[in-house]
């Protein structure tokens, strides 16, 4: 999960995918420094709290 704020912040236009709360990160050609620019931005792994475990 990442935060919207910590995206947009990084230069990146979110675009809603009309099933909250997703959005699709618009992003520029793929590159190494782009790639990065991403990392970042979407910073340190968090748990999703609307995620819902199924079992198998």
Known sequence: MALAG???D???ELLPTF???H???VMGP???GEAQRLLKALGDV???PYCIRRQR
């Open 19 to 21: 099933d909250a709360p």
């Open 30 to 32: 793929y590159t190494e």
């Open 10 to 12: 990084g230069g990146f």
């Open 23 to 25: 959005y699709s990160i």
């Open 46 to 48: 968090l748990a999703n």
């Open 6 to 8: 910590s995206v947009l």
